[in-house]
């Protein structure tokens, strides 16, 4: 079945290490979005690639980065965790064109910030 | 903040009835989308409605959509157990982004 998956399921970091969650897809999808998500919250997008075009939300912490080496990979590195980063971290796709922007989740990375 | 809102945030219903939740945007848009979120999961897309539609249906899912008054409604007809999560509106307006709104968390007691 076509779908996203995210690596790791849970994450537990020290404060101050640099960590690197990973997404990828089989739906060929052109646009992957990171989402950070905490507690009771609806999720905050920190940034999409449309192909490789990166874009960066404006109000995301330059201490979030991302990667998009292939079609089918993204990785969102966080440079230096701290406390306020701990999280749900939700990657989606979209087609992207012309086609309505439906987005397609996996089923999160739970960071853990020690 | 170009957010929604949605209310109730919570809502908590005996099985077998019915569940109505409300979502209220602010800028105009090209469609406007449900998702569910069970707990610790990521999302699921429920259903889309364009904003030159006034009602949706899909199984046990209706969506209204008053473009005039900048709001939709997802109904849940004969909940189930199942139904439980949280659910999320997101308005697409274009720039190939959504945003969601804060989402209801709805719970249905057996």
């Known amino acids: 079945d076509a779908m996203v998956i995210q690596n790791p399921r849970y994450q537990v970091t020290q404060f101050g290490k640099p960590v690197t969650l990973s997404c990828s897809q089989t739906?060929?999808?052109?646009?992957m979005y990171w989402y950070q998500q905490k507690s009771s919250q609806a999720p905050k997008l920190l940034f999409h690639?449309?192909?490789?075009?990166?874009?960066n939300e404006a109000d995301t912490p330059d201490n979030f980065q991302s990667r998009r080496p292939n079609t089918s990979f993204c990785f969102l590195d966080i440079r230096s965790p701290g406390l306020g980063d701990a999280a749900m971290y939700l990657c989606a796709t979209s087609p992207g064109g012309t086609s309505a922007n439906t987005q397609y989740f996996g089923p999160g990375t739970r960071l853990t910030v020690l | 903040s170009q957010q929604g809102e949605e209310d109730p945030q919570a809502l908590s219903i005996q099985e077998g009835e019915n569940a109505t939740m409300n979502c209220s945007y602010k800028t105009s848009i090209n469609n406007l989308q449900w998702y569910r979120q069970n707990s610790g999961r990521g999302l699921v897309h429920l259903i889309l409605i364009r904003s030159n539609e006034r009602e949706k249906h899909s199984g046990r899912l209706r969506v209204t959509l008053d473009t005039s008054k900048k709001s939709s409604s997802l109904l849940i007809t004969a909940s189930r157990a199942a139904d439980t999560a949280s659910y999320f509106c997101a308005t697409d307006w274009g720039a190939q982004k959504l945003v969601f709104g804060q989402g209801t968390r709805l719970t249905i007691n057996p």
């Open positions: 739906l060929n999808h052109n646009v």
């Open positions: 690639y449309y192909d490789k075009d990166f874009n």
